[in-house]
Every structure is written in C-alpha cells, then in structure tokens.
C-alpha cells in the first residue's frame, strides 16, 4: 500500500478549525463536532513556549472515521459563531493549499521586481515574504477601517437625544 496514498485520505477526513475563542476549550470543541460523525482524532494546539505558554492557540484539528462526515461538518460549522466569532471550518488539506496559493500570490508581483535571481525550488526570497506580510497587514488594515466606517454609519443614522435625526452616511 503507499504510504502517500493514505496520508491524501486521511487529509480528506481531518478538518482545520480555526478563529477560536480562547475559551473553547478541548472537550466544548469535541461537543460541538461530534453530532456530524465519529471523531477519530483531535489536536487542540497550545502555546509551548514564550509568555503565551500553556495558552490556547486559537485553532485546532479534528479527523473523522469518513470524509463525507468531514465535509458535512464543514458545511455545518463554517462560519458558525462560537463565543461570538465566527469559525474557520477548512479540510486541512485545504488550509494548506490555500495558505500557499495566498503567499505566492500576494508576493508574486513584488518578488518579480526585487528578485534578481530565479529559484528553481519554488521557495519565496526573503523580499517576496516581507512583501506578502505587508499585504497581509494592509488587508488587515483595510478590514479594520471598513468595519469603523460601518460602525460610524450605524451611528449617523441614529436620532440625537432631543430626537432630531442626524444625517445619514451615504455608502
């Protein structure tokens, strides 16, 4: 039997969960995973070292006994709240495909100006990984102030405390 084979069907069967709440912990994840199948494994990860140890990381990894179980709890919990905010639910296959294709993507068009030598491993050059940090932190920054615009608009749109109404924001 090869060994690759069985790792891509246990890849299919096992979930990222990601955007935990520090206070889930093992067992409430356990509980909410377990009405969509057999749960054969779990890694709920923690800080190891530095002064975050023994804390929660804020994202773990469940396998069920089938993929079909795996990708009906996918479907259930993506973006289900929990602890008020919003679950990541990936297979873990998934997770890692889509985190290099979100690397080499946001760091493609700045590697082709700094980068003067070709690699042929497919590995980013350092310039490549400082420009895909900077995007990343844009988009965090953009994320942020388009949530502060939204929350002033919510806001504007309110009547004063003499009951006049204030002018609205247009979007």
Same mark, same amino acid.
């Given at each position: 039997?090869?060994?690759?084979?069985?790792?891509?069907?246990?890849?299919?069967?096992?979930? *990222?969960?990601?955007?935990?709440?520090?206070?889930?912990?093992?067992?409430?994840?356990?509980?909410?995973? !377990?009405?969509?199948?057999?749960?054969?494994? /779990?890694?709920? %990860?923690? =800080?190891?070292?530095?002064?975050?140890?023994?804390?929660?990381?804020?994202?773990?990894?469940?396998?069920?006994?089938?993929?079909?179980?795996?990708? @009906?709890?996918?479907?259930?919990? =993506?973006?289900?709240?929990?602890?008020?905010?919003? @679950?990541?639910?990936?297979?873990? !296959?998934?997770? *890692?495909?889509?985190? +290099?294709?979100?690397?080499?993507?946001?760091?493609?068009? /700045?590697?082709?100006?700094?980068?003067?030598?070709?690699?042929? !491993?497919?590995?980013?050059?350092?310039?490549?990984?400082?420009?895909?940090?900077?995007?990343?932190?844009?988009? %965090?920054?953009?994320?942020?102030? +388009?949530?502060?615009?939204?929350?002033?608009?919510?806001?504007? !749109?309110?009547?004063?405390?003499?009951?006049?109404?204030?002018? +609205?924001?247009?979007?």
């Amino acid at each position: 039997m090869d060994p690759n084979r069985f790792m891509d069907e246990n890849c299919e069967n096992r979930l *990222y969960i990601g955007n935990l709440d520090l206070r889930i912990t093992e067992a409430t994840l356990i509980k909410m995973f !377990s009405p969509f199948g057999k749960i054969v494994s /779990e890694d709920f %990860l923690w =800080h190891t070292r530095g002064p975050k140890r023994g804390e929660p990381r804020g994202f773990a990894f469940i396998q069920y006994s089938t993929k079909e179980e795996a990708r @009906l709890a996918k479907e259930k919990m =993506h973006g289900r709240l929990a602890c008020g905010r919003p @679950l990541v639910v990936r297979l873990a !296959s998934e997770k *890692y495909l889509m985190d +290099s294709a979100e690397n080499c993507s946001k760091g493609i068009g /700045e590697a082709n100006r700094t980068s003067t030598s070709g690699s042929s !491993s497919g590995q980013m050059t350092r310039s490549a990984k400082i420009a895909a940090i900077k995007n990343k932190l844009k988009a %965090l920054e953009d994320e942020g102030s +388009s949530a502060k615009k939204q929350k002033h608009a919510d806001n504007a !749109s309110c009547t004063d405390r003499l009951g006049r109404s204030t002018p +609205s924001i247009k979007r």
